[in-house]
């Protein structure tokens, strides 16, 4: 063979070997894998049957023993059977109850014994009663036929009598399967062990449990106190696979179906009764949380930050599987920044049942759709609302939350900020858009101002029209040295084109938080240099915020604000609630919430008793060869 010839033959070896690694790594994402042991070998044949037409489920016996290994190194897998809780990470493993398997008490059809109770049983398998004469008088001892401590059936024998585990004990065989325990029963006659109803035969005879026979009208009526449940147990991301979410759907629809039900009667196992099925149905149910802010009309920029924000969080929240296997489902609703609508959004909250909502962008807005969110028992935490009444009314209390800095605590930053340009600060107009946060905001600044600059300092508080563009106009017959302006970045924008067409373009800019975006500077120029803006106190060198940035914008292509970091603040914070919640139900989303502490990229969050951020997370940047810099123009002088 020639050298090239070779060199061919082993480049084609090596491109089949790779294509058929992808495709195996590519058929592992899409197929899932449900093991089970011996003990349930009956009810995955049944399964193997009734699915076998689908190609994407797949079967494999394995060890009992085996089976948490095998889920943990197999994210796509099931296990069908019975887990020791205790060695089960709850946050890891999820589980669905598929049906209950009775356990039997058997002896050979010689012995005379036909009832036994808890405490007899007790006895028997601990080794404290050696022989059967205590019973019927009968002289011989007890041989018993125990199984593995492995063994799901001991497990739940040994939970049954209460009892850490059934160890082994003298004049004892180890049984593995329910056919050795039955071999062995039917070979000595003084023996005595437990296996599954299903299993039972005539080479046995089944005896009563607390005078309780073991017969399918009781087992199935629940009248039979020894059973063992069987799930299907599972890794919690694969719930969130959406490869195989209609094989998942197929799988959990037939086994809620009256088809298998009927099978597993015939298998003599117990079937789930409607209302157990409808209870796992709802408990499998996504956990919907409600986001809503303007998504249309002139604050849409600040909306879509807030949906962003919410949905970058569930995303990495639905990564994370730490909710039993239950993703986290948004529901968006635009509430158009106006009464009416959000009130819609409320009641269309109300009506999915979410278990919070993270909205609105207007304090109006808030304060209005709360009163729906208060009376149902809906936790509320807004990322954009910063006037006081939305948290500090009494029925609020509690249930009211924030993410973003209250009014006053705004006003001061900007305040002292405006004070500290000593040389500039001659006459100040203060630019608010009217609304409830407009207006308050500026009253604020103003009254924050007199206290802190001189007398001589002309301060004006005027109004401006959103939909009017043409802001020089504000200032035809007064021109101020500083302008301070409360409203969306893209009015901030237009605000500063007009001036420099006006020629005014030496005011020295202060901008609220609805100016810090990157947009603001993209929508100015040239004209943003020097601008001052409030904004959330980030560490844009932190490798923590350089990433967020790029997953943000990868995700959405839109440029990220302050209140895209507020939703998703206010949005994991919620959802690590749940989270906590769903391992305590005794906790009220409330009160984890009240009392949690949350990393930020603004610097960690908690709550003070009205639900607003504890300390402040805001700080005055400026616009610098088109970046927002940190500065130090808040500080006390």
């Known amino acids: 063979m020639s050298l090239v010839n070779y060199i061919k033959k082993i480049f084609l070896l090596l491109t089949v070997f790779l294509v058929s690694s992808c495709s195996t790594a590519s058929n592992s994402e899409n197929t899932i894998t449900i093991a089970y042991s011996e003990l349930d070998s009956k009810l995955a044949a049944l399964l193997t049957e009734k699915l076998e037409h689908n190609s994407k489920i797949k079967f494999q016996k394995i060890e009992q023993i085996k089976c948490i290994d095998f889920l943990h190194k197999n994210p796509n897998s099931m296990y069908l059977g019975s887990i020791d809780p205790l060695v089960t990470n ?53 041989t018993v036929i125990n199984k593995p401590e492995t063994n799901a059936d001991n497990q739940t024998l040994s939970k049954f009598l209460q009892k850490d585990n ?91 179906s009256e088809d298998f039900r009927h099978s597993l009667n015939e298998l003599k196992l117990v079937s789930l009764t409607q209302a157990e099925i409808q209870v796992i149905k709802e408990n499998n149910k996504a956990v919907k949380i409600g986001v809503s802010g303007p998504l249309s009309g002139p604050y849409t920029e600040l909306g879509r930050s807030i949906v962003n924000g919410a949905r970058l969080a569930v995303q990495e929240q639905n990564r994370k599987a730490n909710l039993k296997g239950k993703p986290v489902e948004l529901i968006i609703c635009d509430d158009k920044a106006a009464v009416a609508s959000a009130l819609e959004c409320a009641n269309k909250f109300l009506k999915e049942k979410v278990a919070g909502v993270i909205g609105h962008l207007n304090s109006n807005i808030s304060i209005e759709a709360s009163k729906i969110y208060i009376n149902n028992d809906i936790v509320q935490i807004s990322p954009g609302s910063t006037h006081p009444w939305l948290t500090n009314r009494e029925e609020a209390r509690g249930k009211v939350f924030r993410t973003i800095d209250i009014d006053e605590r705004q006003a001061l930053t900007l305040a002292k900020a405006v004070a500290n340009l000593q040389k500039l600060r001659k006459n100040i107009a203060i630019l608010h858009n009217g609304t409830i946060y407009g207006s308050n905001l500026a009253t604020l600044i103003e009254n924050y101002l007199l206290k802190n600059v001189s007398e001589t300092v002309k301060i004006e508080s005027l109004k401006f029209d959103v939909s009017g563009k043409h802001f020089y106009k504000v200032f035809k017959h007064n021109t101020p040295n500083i302008v301070i302006f409360i409203g969306e970045y893209a009015d901030a924008a237009q605000m500063l084109m007009d001036l420099a067409l006006d020629n005014k373009s030496d005011i020295t800019f202060f901008g609220a938080d609805g100016n810090f975006s990157k947009r603001f500077i993209q929508l100015a120029g040239l004209r943003a240099e020097g601008a001052h803006v409030l904004g959330c106190n980030i560490d844009d060198k932190s490798e923590e915020y350089i990433n967020f940035e790029k997953n943000y914008s990868k995700n959405f292509k839109h440029t990220l604000s302050s209140f895209s970091i507020y939703s998703y603040d206010a949005t994991r914070i919620l959802i690590n609630a749940i989270v906590d919640q769903n391992k305590n139900k005794s906790k009220s989303l409330s009160s984890l919430i009240q009392n949690s502490v949350t990393e930020s990229l603004c610097g960690d969050i908690s709550f003070d008793k009205y639900g607003n951020p504890e300390k402040s997370r805001i700080a005055i940047f400026k616009v610098h060869e088109g970046k927002f810099i940190k500065t130090s123009l808040d500080a006390a002088k």
């Open 90 to 142: 709850e946050d890891d493993i999820s589980k669905i109850v598929v049906a209950k398997d009775s356990l039997v008490f058997v002896v050979n059809p010689s012995n005379p014994i036909d009832n036994l109770n808890k405490e007899d049983l007790s006895k028997i398998f601990l080794g404290n009663m050696k022989t059967w004469s205590k019973l019927q008088g009968l002289k011989q001892p007890i």
């Open 166 to 256: 059934l160890r082994a004990t003298q004049n004892q065989f180890i049984a593995n399967t329910n056919e050795e325990a039955l071999a062995l029963v039917q070979q000595y006659e003084n023996s005595i062990s437990y296996v599954s109803f299903s299993s039972i035969d005539n080479r046995v005879k089944a005896i009563n449990l607390n005078n309780i026979a073991p017969t399918i009208l009781n087992i199935n009526s629940g009248n039979f106190p020894l059973y063992r449940v069987i799930n299907l147990y599972y890794s919690s991301s694969l719930y969130l696979n959406e490869k195989v979410q209609d094989e998942i759907k197929e799988l959990t629809e037939y086994l809620w």
